[in-house]
């Protein structure tokens, strides 16, 4: 290979995917373990079989992250090439191209990844590259927890605390790479402009960009902010949309900005290394996260098949009108709504009311929760293969560990006990500001008179119920007796 541009030294090659990051990135650490050339790859796989494009608000978020990406690796003098297509043809060019004889990357967990990983793997062994595959992306992988008899858990408690007893103390996160010689390379990538991740016609984004900012950095200022003030007020609040009192770090570890083992020890250092409750709470929340990927790994459909099979007879009601009614935020109830458009204009929405909104879709209008997933997919910055189907199928009580389809949230007093002050409904639902707290979510109900001095006129500035909540709760019950009685 001596006409390669970096011809004589052992180029390593980094291939980034969920793992936008520098620090504790176990890939990157163990390339730049020397100080050889390294290049930074990132492809972008919408087309190998298996593998599920991103929606469009996750596209937005990796154009900007892997601007972020770009300029902190040029930094410590490594290079960040971008390609378009197939992995399994991109990667081994991108290794000819270079003369690399090594290619370091953090392992996927779904079917797709996993088998294109295992044919590169051997594709390039073959041809003389070591492959190095590193654990970057969770506490502890899916095949390193078993049940006594060497099965996998399907119910998140005994898993959790059997997660939490392997672990013990997370390793100490990795810090950044030291700079390096930048490598003279002769190898063109991509330009990130022409892969028309951002929306145009319309852009959209607007309310994203006010929101977040993705990238490394834009991750630990949010993780900053969340330990200053968020944290101690998380178990007792974190329930109230308006409390600002969840840390929104899910995108950022979606696209691996920063790393659960840095979330950890972030964490725990906040609490001052004692018995802290709302510290516990938010370490079980990564440990659904955990779980999720544990879910996946084990049942590969979890984004497509019921989980329980007996919920394969369900009679889903095809209702493209109340579907639309959902997406738009336009149910007739204040709680839905608020969280639907919140979710809308800033690809992001508080975790009780993902699950308000989704009990509603599911057990409401009785609309099959993949329809649900596949919005949440599109619209969602945190979207991920696990969380987003795992969490659907846990609120349609098709899931693991589901809550049961019988338990259907009244949005009436979801909004009334989490949402006391009405905070978060009149900044998301600004036409029903005017009405008193007694009336904010149901109004409906609200007196004539009440209505019009809030300038509420139910059907033109807000729609009447898409359906009433007692005679879709029977519905629903109906539905599951059912399934039920065909078991």
Request: aromatic share 10%; net charge neutral; charged share 25%.
């Amino acid at each position: 290979m001596s006409d390669h541009p970096a011809s004589g030294a052992d180029v390593r090659i980094v291939w980034f995917r969920d793992d936008l990051r520098l620090s504790d990135n176990p890939a990157l650490s163990e390339a730049c373990r020397d100080d050889g050339p390294v290049v930074a790859l990132y492809i972008l796989d919408d087309v190998s079989p298996g593998i599920r494009p991103l929606g469009g608000a996750r596209r937005w978020w990796l154009h900007h992250s892997l601007q972020a990406l770009a300029i902190d690796l040029q930094a410590i003098g490594i290079p960040l090439l971008l390609r378009r297509g197939p992995a399994g043809k991109v990667l081994p060019e991108v290794v000819e191209a270079v003369g690399a004889r090594q290619v370091h990357w953090n392992r996927r967990y779904t079917a797709a990844g996993i088998a294109i990983d295992t044919a590169l793997r051997t594709d390039l062994k073959a041809q003389g590259v070591e492959v190095e595959s590193h654990n970057g992306s969770l506490l502890i992988e899916p095949f390193a927890v078993t049940k006594g008899d060497g099965g996998w858990f399907k119910v998140f408690t005994p898993f959790w605390k059997a997660a939490r007893e392997r672990i013990g103390t997370p390793r100490s996160p990795l810090p950044v790479p030291k700079p390096r010689q930048a490598p003279a390379l002769d190898v063109t990538g991509d330009r990130l402009v022409d892969w028309g991740l951002l929306p145009t016609k319309p852009d959209w984004s607007g309310g994203l960009a006010k929101t977040w900012t993705p990238g490394e950095a834009g991750a630990r200022e949010r993780l900053e902010t969340f330990l200053d003030d968020g944290l101690a007020r998380y178990k007792a609040q974190r329930d109230e949309p308006a409390a600002g009192a969840v840390s929104m770090m899910s995108p950022y570890l979606a696209f691996g900005e920063i790393s659960p083992v840095t979330l950890w020890h972030a964490a725990a250092a906040a609490g001052g290394g004692r018995s802290d409750a709302s510290v516990e709470k938010f370490l079980a929340e990564l440990g659904w996260r955990e779980f999720s990927y544990h879910l996946l790994y084990h049942f590969p459909d979890l984004g497509q098949q019921n989980f329980q099979p007996r919920f394969d007879g369900f009679s889903w009601k095809g209702d493209p009108a109340a579907l639309a009614a959902w997406q738009k935020g336009q149910t007739g109830y204040p709680i839905v709504d608020a969280g639907m458009r919140q979710l809308w204009r800033t690809g992001w929405m508080h975790n009780r009311v993902r699950m308000v909104v989704a009990s509603f879709l599911v057990k409401h209008l009785l609309i099959d929760w993949r329809a649900g997933e596949a919005w949440f997919w599109d619209t969602l910055v945190d979207a991920d293969p696990a969380n987003n189907a795992a969490s659907w199928q846990w609120v349609a009580g098709s899931g693991a560990d589901a809550a049961p389809y019988f338990r259907i949230f009244n949005p009436i007093l979801q909004g009334e006990k989490f949402d006391t002050a009405g905070r978060y409904v009149r900044d998301h639902v600004p036409e029903l500001a005017g009405l008193p707290d007694k009336w904010l979510n149901k109004p409906w109900q609200a007196p004539s008179d009440v209505r019009r001095r809030a300038d509420v006129r139910l059907g033109k500035t807000y729609p009447e119920p898409v359906v009433d909540h007692d005679a879709a709760r029977q519905r629903a019950l109906a539905a599951f007796q059912e399934i039920k009685d065909q078991a």
